[in-house]
T-cell receptor
Framework: LAKTTQPISMDSYEGQEVNITCSHN???????ITWYQQFPSQGPRFIIQGYKTKVTNEVASLFIPADRKSSTLSLPRVSLSDTAVYYC???????????FGTGTRLTVIP | DTGVSQDPRHKITKRGQNVTFRCDPI?????LYWYRQTLGQGPEFLTY????????KSRLLSDRFSAERPKGSFSTLEIQRTEQGDSAMYLC????????????FGPGTRLTVL
């Protein structure tokens, strides 16, 4: 499993765009990059997944450079309800043993 | 469809007691996972079922832990002779495809061992 490195915590004001970068230097050719969000006392929830370039959905965007050694989760105009822990995962499609790491604790400030 | 459910949501037990947790996956999801999460850490994989077959187990799953999925629907996780180090959130997840995009987690069972 490719190891990931993320900032432990980040603070942002409401309405700002938040970018969380994840490093995964030993990502393999068959690995996908997946981000999850977790609120206190809840299980993680899928946000977005990508392989290369850019992926966008109604919640976030995911930017992946050509070398795929890092990725950036972008949350547009965050609100207080976006306060959560965000996990970056790297794994092959079909992997059952997902490695979550410690994640990034995002705190949105009014 | 109400998602993955887990019961109980909270369990307090004394050291040495046995505990059992139940997970009801989203119906028709043939894949079921158990994870454990301690304070300040991300979830750690424990075990994986495809239908009723337990296909993968983590080294974290010691001999005191046993998981079953007898009819390929709900699953149980039993911990025998609990230890204080077993205190954690136990998360269940299910999916119908082998991709993180389709993995749905339950709310978890928080275990406190006194």
């Amino acid at each position: 499993l490719a190891k990931t490195t993320q900032p432990i915590s980040m603070d942002s004001y409401e309405g700002q765009e938040v970018n969380i970068t994840c490093s995964h230097n030993n990502i393999a050719t068959n690995d996908y990059i997946t981000w999850y969000q977790q609120f206190p006392s809840q299980g993680p929830r899928f946000i977005i997944q990508g392989y290369k370039t850019k992926v966008t959905n109604e919640v976030a965007s995911l930017f992946i450079p050509a070398d795929r050694k890092s990725s950036t989760l972008s949350l547009p105009r965050v609100s207080l309800s976006d306060t959560a822990v965000y996990y970056c995962l790297v794994a092959q499609t079909g992997a059952n043993n997902l490695f979550f790491g410690t994640g990034t604790r995002l705190t949105v400030i009014p | 469809d109400t998602g993955v459910s887990q019961d109980p949501r909270h369990k307090i037990t004394k050291r040495g007691q046995n505990v059992t947790f139940r997970c009801d996956p989203i119906s028709e999801h043939n894949r079921l996972y158990w994870y454990r999460q301690t304070l300040g850490q991300g979830p750690e994989f424990l075990t994986y079922f495809q239908n009723e077959a337990q296909l993968e187990k983590s080294r974290l799953l010691s001999d005191r832990f046993s998981a079953e999925r007898p009819k390929g629907s709900f699953s149980t996780l039993e911990i025998q002779r609990t230890e204080q180090g077993d205190s954690a959130m136990y998360l269940c997840a299910s999916s119908f495809r082998a991709s993180g995009e389709f993995l749905y987690f339950g709310p978890g069972t928080r275990l406190t061992v006194l």
